[in-house]
């Protein structure tokens, strides 16, 4: 797996509000740009992340999974970040 932190802050802000767009706005990008990393990020998987129905995301009992993981990972290396300016 060679996902990037980006794609996990971008996964974990689309999971936050729910929607690619809303996401891709407070993280300052646009959304095409926002759709992309979440695709590379999602192909990585066998299963997957979300689901798309009508015009509105859903995530998966998976992607939720993967979601708490990412949460850890984002705080540990605030931690890690933290500790280098202290």
Known sequence: ???TLNQLQVFLKIVETKSI???A???HMTQPSASIQLKNFQDQ???PLTEVIGRK???TD???EIAASAEKIINQINEIN???YS
Do not use: L
Request: proline share 0%; glycine share 4%; hydrophobic share 50%.
């Open 1 to 3: 797996m060679n996902y």
């Open 21 to 23: 767009t809303k996401a």
């Open 25 to 27: 706005a407070e993280m």
């Open 45 to 47: 998987f066998d299963i």
């Open 57 to 59: 995301i859903y995530i």
């Open 62 to 64: 998976f992607g939720m």
């Open 82 to 84: 933290f500790k280098k």
